[in-house]
């Protein structure tokens, strides 16, 4: 059983920095490809950003692009999302996600693609 603990986040001022750490558990054996979505109140989750197993291939959402980093550290197995210039729409709980993969170069940028979950951090942003 694979399990996703994730840690980081908080509050922070528009304009600042956070960085999400998701480390993965269980059977880490397996090539995984892992994802960063996030949901606001009253919203749908949406996705936000996306990583290979092999970690060369990474997509953004336009919404973040340029702003935010995803990243992944095979000997920690771990997945961090390094999040820059913050607005105060960023504000979400974040999710991490992962799914068990058979090429390394795929990344999936849709929540259904994703067979477990991180707990979920909140990440606030003031104004």
């Known amino acids: 059983q694979v399990q996703l603990v994730q840690s980081g986040g908080g509050l922070v001022q528009a304009g600042g920095s956070l960085r999400l750490s998701c480390a993965t558990s269980g059977r880490t054996f397996s090539s995984y490809a892992m994802g960063w979505f996030r949901q606001a109140p009253g919203k749908e989750r949406e996705f936000v950003t996306a990583?290979?197993?092999?970690?060369?291939?990474?997509y953004y959402a336009d919404s973040v692009k340029g702003r935010f980093t995803i990243s992944r550290d095979h000997a920690k197995n771990t997945v961090y999302l390094q999040m820059n210039s913050l607005k105060p729409e960023d504000t979400a709980v974040y999710y991490c996600?992962?799914?068990?993969?058979?090429?390394?170069?795929?990344?999936?940028?849709?929540?259904?693609?994703?067979?477990?979950w991180g707990q979920g951090t909140q990440v606030t942003v003031s104004s």
């Open positions: 990583i290979s197993w092999s970690g060369g291939n990474t």
């Open positions: 996600a992962s799914r068990t993969v058979y090429s390394g170069i795929t990344y999936y940028t849709t929540a259904g693609d994703y067979n477990y």
